[in-house]
T-cell receptor, first 114, second 113 residues
Framework: DAGVTQSPTHLIKTRGQQVTLRCSPKSGHDTVSWYQQALGQGPQFIFQYYEEEERQRGNFPDRFSGHQFPNYSSELNVNALLLGDSALYLC?????????????FGPGTRLTVT | AQSVTQPDIHITVSEGASLELRCNYSYGATPYLFWYVQSPGQGLQLLLKYFSGDTLVQGIKGFEAEFKRSQSSFNLRKPSVHWSDAAEYFCAVGAFYGQNFVFGPGTRLSVLP
C-alpha cells in the first residue's frame, strides 16, 4: 500500500518563475491538503482539495493555486516566485468519511528560490 | 481560531532519561490533537492522536500523551529516550470540518549518548 508520494524531491527556481509540485495521495484517500514549512518552523496550511475543488484556504496569496484531478492526485502551483517562497512543501492526504480522521504526510518537495 | 504553542524550542536529554514535550492549544470546541515527528529532511510521521475518551493515549515508538482539558495541554512523554528519537516534534490541533491542521512551531530534541 503506497503512502503519499510527492515529486520532485528538490527544485531550484529563480525569482519570478513559476513552479508546479505534484502529490499522489495514499491509496483510498480522497482529500489532499498542502502545507508550507519554512526552515525552523512548523507547517503552515495553504489549502485543501476535495472533490476537485478548493474547500478551505489558509492565509496565502493568490499566487498559490492548486488543482485536484479525478484520481485524487493534486498539484500546487506557485507563480511569480519570491525568495520567501523557499521552503519544504508538504502534501497530506486523508479520507473524508474516516471516523478517526488523520492526515498522512508525504516526504515533501524542497523548493529553493534564488 | 485554533492555535498551538510549544514552549520549548530545543530540549536535550541523555539517552535512557525520561522525556516530556509540552504542547498547549487554543480551540473553542473539543479538539482533535496530534503529535508528529520529523527527522531531518523527512516528512511528518504520526506518533499518536486524541479524539475523545481516555485522556492518556499510546502511540508508536513507546510514546504516550495526556490530554488535560483544564490546562489546554497535550504533553508528549516517553519513559526512556533512545538516540534514534532525536528529531523535531510537532503538536497539531485539527478541526473536524475542513480537516486542516494548525501546527505548533516544533520542539527539537537532541539526545546525548
Amino acid at each position: 500500500d503506497a503512502g503519499v508520494t510527492q515529486s520532485p524531491t528538490h527544485l531550484i527556481k529563480t525569482r519570478g518563475q513559476q513552479v508546479t509540485l505534484r502529490c499522489s495521495p495514499k491509496s483510498g484517500h480522497d482529500t489532499v491538503s498542502w502545507y508550507q514549512q519554512a526552515l525552523g518552523q512548523g507547517p503552515q496550511f495553504i489549502f485543501q482539495y476535495y472533490e476537485e475543488e478548493e474547500r478551505q484556504r489558509g492565509n496565502f496569496p493568490d499566487r498559490f493555486s492548486g488543482h485536484q484531478f479525478p484520481n485524487y492526485s493534486s498539484e500546487l502551483n506557485v507563480n511569480a516566485l519570491l525568495l520567501g517562497d523557499s521552503a519544504l512543501y508538504l502534501c497530506a492526504s486523508s479520507l473524508e468519511t474516516s471516523e478517526f480522521y488523520e492526515q498522512y504526510f508525504g516526504p515533501g518537495t524542497r523548493l529553493t528560490v534564488t | 481560531a485554533q492555535s498551538v504553542t510549544q514552549p520549548d524550542i530545543h530540549i536535550t536529554v541523555s539517552e535512557g532519561a525520561s522525556l516530556e514535550l509540552r504542547c498547549n492549544y487554543s480551540y473553542g470546541a473539543t479538539p482533535y490533537l496530534f503529535w508528529y515527528v520529523q527527522s531531518p529532511g523527512q516528512g511528518l510521521q504520526l506518533l499518536l492522536k486524541y479524539f475523545s475518551g481516555d485522556t492518556l493515549v499510546q502511540g508508536i515508538k513507546g510514546f504516550e500523551a495526556e490530554f488535560k482539558r483544564s490546562q489546554s495541554s497535550f504533553n508528549l512523554r516517553k519513559p526512556s529516550v533512545h538516540w534514534s528519537d532525536a528529531a523535531e516534534y510537532f503538536c497539531a490541533v485539527g478541526a473536524f470540518y475542513g480537516q486542516n491542521f494548525v501546527f505548533g512551531p516544533g520542539t527539537r530534541l537532541s539526545v546525548l549518548p
